[in-house]
């Protein structure tokens, strides 16, 4: 499984990004996304879900600014992110497995499958 992410870049607070997920098609009848971003010298977080049947969670830091859709024709989920705070700042990245359990609490270490990473930079 591959995923590509594309739509970092650097906005103002209050500004807004979207950022995308492409992953190479599956035949996993559980398959789980994330979203999950890393600021260098912490740990791991992860900010959003999108499991089986379109299942979303959302970390309660991001609860009401960020949103999930997933384009199945072009197997891309999106993380639309709103009202960008400076905390946001770290880099994104797109995590997946084959969980039957999808939930923002799962541990980032548990996804097998990982992205490259995108920058998020949220500054004044």
């Known amino acids: 499984l591959q995923l590509v992410e594309s739509g970092g870049g650097s906005v103002h607070p209050g500004g807004s990004l979207r950022l995308s997920c492409k992953h190479s098609?599956?035949?996993?009848?559980?398959?789980?996304m994330a979203w999950v971003r890393q600021v260098p010298g912490k740990e791991r977080e992860a900010v959003a879900t999108?499991?089986?049947?379109?299942?979303?969670m959302f970390a309660d830091s991001v609860k009401g600014r960020f949103t999930l859709s997933k384009d199945n024709a072009r197997n891309t989920l999106y993380l639309q992110m709103n009202n960008l705070k400076p905390e946001d700042t770290a880099t994104y990245y797109c995590a997946a497995d084959n969980f039957v359990v999808c939930r923002v609490s799962r541990l980032p270490q548990e996804y097998n499958y990982w992205g490259q990473g995108t920058q998020v930079s949220v500054s004044s």
């Open positions: 999108f499991g089986k049947d379109g299942y979303k």
């Open positions: 098609p599956t035949t996993y009848s559980s398959f789980c």
